[in-house]
């Protein structure tokens, strides 16, 4: 695995950032747990915050926890050290589990996406134009 930060992550959590690593043989990346509940919640001790949510969560009979996997990531001390780490549908999984007003838009993107989604599966047309929408704004094709 490679590290690498992704500009776009951080851009949605305000510019603070947010470790990710490439997993080119499962071809997606990995998140660091610690750094989204820090960024959402603004906890002075955001590993005991995600220590006590994973509990939570637990109780409730999500899966989220068991899905973490410990990666090695540059600590801010410079050293490498193990973190729980999530792909990218973990990480919107767990952003759906604090309770935050810094987690409201992403939640609220996440519904958007759902109910987009979904009303192109009755109306696959609708997925058709997005898509061509979206080549066009990349000026793929014209």
Same mark, same amino acid.
């Given at each position: 695995?490679?590290?690498? =930060? ?13 470790? #990710? ?7 997606? &990346?990995?998140?660091?747990?610690? /750094?989204?509940?820090? %960024? ?8 005991? &915050? ?5 509990? +939570? ?12 996997? $410990?990666?090695?990531?540059? %600590?801010? /001390?410079? =050293?490498?050290? !193990? ?5 990218? $549908?973990?990480?919107? +999984? ?8 810094? %987690? ?7 519904? $958007? !996406?759902? =109910?987009? +989604? *979904? /009303? ?5 047309? *609708?997925?058709? #134009?997005? %898509?061509?929408? &979206? &080549? ?7």
């Amino acid at each position: 695995m490679a590290n690498n =930060k992704l500009e776009t992550i951080s851009n949605l959590f305000e510019g603070k950032e947010i470790r #990710s690593i490439w997993d080119a043989e499962k071809e997606e &990346y990995y998140f660091s747990v610690v /750094d989204v509940v820090s %960024a959402l919640t603004d906890s002075k001790e955001p590993r005991k &915050y995600w220590s006590v949510l994973k509990n +939570r969560l637990k109780k409730e009979g999500s899966e989220l926890t068991t899905k973490c996997s $410990q990666l090695k990531m540059m %600590a801010p /001390d410079g =050293k490498i050290r !193990m973190r729980d780490a999530l792909d990218t $549908q973990g990480i919107l +999984r767990l952003i759906e589990s604090i309770p935050s007003p810094k %987690a409201e838009p992403f939640k609220l993107w996440l519904a $958007q !996406m759902g =109910k987009e +989604r *979904i /009303d192109e599966v009755f109306d696959p047309e *609708i997925a058709m #134009s997005r %898509a061509i929408d &979206y &080549y066009r704004n990349k000026r793929i094709f014209r």
